[in-house]
């Protein structure tokens, strides 16, 4: 008992179990400790295009709170973090969202700040909760203080409990063992966004663009991926997200309409389809860049140079 700090109880099964060897017995005795309760909790703002996950992990025996990680940002893809898999994998997606494009970070360290607080000031209920493994109880908690942080804001949440034992908590899985239990991911389709092309009644005519040309063009697509990816990809106001130049790639055209696909980043690409006759804001390839005529022309200088 006073090597562990576990109960009476707890330190005569571990004797029992391990033959009365002390030394075995001390070292074996984390396994019975079934203390550590871990509460992954994830949400999304749908009016705000903002997500976040929230990591709680305390000693509900001991009253004691080792972590309390919060993460928010205009990332979708952080809502798709899934709650069924293990703690150490969940706090290593909650740390890497923290690094990512998207993140707000000044935010996050607010809502961690709000989490701790409210554990602090809700102790008593939120340890009844822990050792109760009150599912229930603990969402209603997170999703308190959510409510409480935010405001009235419309906020889709989900939480999961898992409950470890005191090893599983201090040593994470052998890079051998994550070989074997991993499984191999899916490769991921490149993404497609809806795009919209700038009218221009001096520019090219749709049906005159091609691979190598340059478009300009608006991210209209509705999905949460698209909008976050438009506050990335262009200058974003009041209006919305604004035009930008992005390289054709492909080119054809199909039932009557030019379809036109552009290339956002090497994996997010962008389709348009027009008529081929309307006339849009485009450079043609090798065409003389807008900047080019504003330098004077040096003496004996070549085309291109």
């Not at 909790?41 to 004691?64: P, T």
């Not at 494009?101 to 360290?109: I, N, R, V």
Request: with cysteine; proline share 6%.
């Amino acid at each position: 008992m006073d090597e562990t700090g576990c109960e009476r109880g707890q330190a005569e099964l571990a004797m029992s179990l391990a033959g009365f060897d002390l030394e075995k017995a001390v070292r074996t005795i984390g396994t019975l400790l079934r203390d550590i309760v871990v509460v992954k909790g994830k949400f999304a703002q749908g009016a705000r295009h903002e997500y976040g996950l929230v990591l709680l992990i305390a000693d509900r025996r001991r009253e004691h709170l080792f972590r309390a990680r919060a993460v928010l940002s205009y990332n979708p893809a952080l809502y798709e973090t899934p709650l069924a898999e293990p703690w150490h994998e969940f706090e290593r997606a909650l740390y890497a969202g923290r690094l990512a494009e998207g993140t707000l970070q000044q935010a996050s360290q607010d809502l961690e700040r709000a989490l701790v607080g409210r554990v602090e000031s809700q102790r008593q209920r939120l340890f009844t909760a822990l050792r109760d493994e009150s599912a229930g109880a603990l969402s209603g908690f997170l999703d308190e203080m959510l409510t409480a942080h935010f405001g009235r804001a419309a906020l889709t949440t989900a939480t999961a409990v898992d409950v470890v034992d005191v090893d599983q908590f201090r040593r994470l899985p052998l890079k051998s063992e994550a070989a074997v239990e991993a499984p191999v991911a899916p490769r991921e389709a490149p993404l497609r966004l809806a795009l919209e092309a700038v009218d221009d009644g001096d520019g090219p005519a749709a049906e005159a663009l091609g691979p190598g040309d340059a478009l300009w063009v608006r991210v209209v697509d509705p999905r949460d991926i698209g909008q976050y990816l438009a506050r990335l990809l262009g200058p974003v106001d009041d209006a919305g997200p604004r035009p930008f130049e992005a390289p054709i790639e492909e080119s054809f055209t199909h039932e009557g309409r030019r379809v036109l696909h552009v290339r956002l980043t090497p994996s997010v690409s962008g389709v348009v389809a027009v008529s081929p006759d309307r006339r849009l804001k485009a450079r043609l390839h090798g065409a003389e860049r807008w900047w080019r005529r504003l330098l004077p022309e040096r003496p004996g200088a070549r085309a291109g140079d």
